[in-house]
């Protein structure tokens, strides 16, 4: 008669299904490197132009659209960053851009978290429709409204003048917008305690608010100082005189009526790219961080 001691022994299975939508072993590790490939094709096109860019700034006129492209130049010209300096007064370029993209930047700041503030923590009748009415203005096209901006700025007497400009740029429904979407993630609490303990809205405002909101402050700054250095149709339109060029202007000066500088250009383009690289290395983090916390990610 057959015993315990006589069984067969045991013996692993088959290994069991993995449910269905589970990642099999070494998927995940699959799909992370086709996500970085992916990301590094997508990082090398952008990177294109600026490559570009730089190898044409160390080149000669009759060498930058040369066919095929030719990405590392027969001769390295350096003498363009020091010869354009001596072409074009590229440093009170470079100044106005500055000014005006500082100025604006600090404007945009302080009107767009007020005004954020005032529609996301303050309740007031119809605020949720002058909200929508507000953030509407940024489906219509500046084109549509150029031409009676620049009939009042005329009427105004601010034409050639930074204040053109500044006035028309200090306010921004998109900051506004962005300022909104972060405070609506701070807790009503904490601004129902302040009121409780005597604490103004402007007290409010700029005591917890704004400590709290760096990170959509810095993402707000950098994207407003980007889109004002690089504004062009903005200073043509309202800037005659030389003098209160700005950078993107002042390239203009190495397209002539026949011919265009076109080494000259990439180089003075080079260069102006420098303080916006500057700035975005500075706050970075706080881009990142403000971007993820404002509802504008995808």
């Not at 132009?49 to 700034?57: I, R």
């Not at 005006?100 to 954020?116: D, P």
């Amino acid at each position: 008669m057959a015993t315990l001691h006589d069984a067969p022994p045991a013996t692993a299975g088959p290994p069991r299904d993995l449910p269905a939508g589970a990642d099999r072993p070494g998927r995940g590790l699959v799909r992370k490197v086709l996500a970085y490939a992916l990301l590094v094709v997508v990082a090398a096109l952008v990177l294109v132009p600026f490559a570009w860019m730089l190898s044409s700034s160390l080149k000669r006129d009759n060498e930058v659209f040369t066919i095929p492209i030719e990405w590392i130049p027969r001769e390295f010209r350096w003498s363009n960053f020091v010869e354009i300096w001596d072409r074009i007064p590229l440093l009170t370029y470079l100044g106005n851009s500055a000014f005006l993209s500082v100025t604006i930047t600090l404007l945009q700041l302080l009107t767009g978290s007020f005004a954020a503030y005032g529609f996301s923590k303050v309740r007031f009748p119809g605020r949720d429709a002058l909200f929508l009415a507000y953030i509407g203005t940024i489906a219509v096209p500046w084109q549509a409204y150029m031409v009676p901006q620049y009939i009042m700025m005329q009427r105004a007497e601010l034409t050639n003048t930074y204040w053109s400009i500044i006035l028309l740029q200090a306010f921004g429904a998109f900051g506004v917008f962005l300022m909104r979407q972060y405070y609506m993630s701070i807790p009503d609490e904490l601004c129902e305690a302040a009121r409780i303990d005597g604490l103004s809205e402007y007290g409010i405002y700029r005591r917890i608010m704004l400590p709290l909101s760096k990170p959509a402050l810095a993402s707000l700054a950098l994207l407003t100082f980007v889109n004002t250095w690089n504004d062009y149709m903005g200073p043509f339109i309202y800037l005659t005189s030389n003098e209160l060029w700005t950078v993107q202007l002042g390239l203009r000066s190495f397209i002539g009526q026949y011919d265009a500088e076109y080494a000259m250009m990439m180089t003075g383009a080079a260069l102006s790219i420098l303080p916006i690289l500057a700035v975005f290395l500075f706050g970075q983090r706080y881009f990142i961080r403000g971007i993820a916390t404002s509802g504008l990610k995808g």
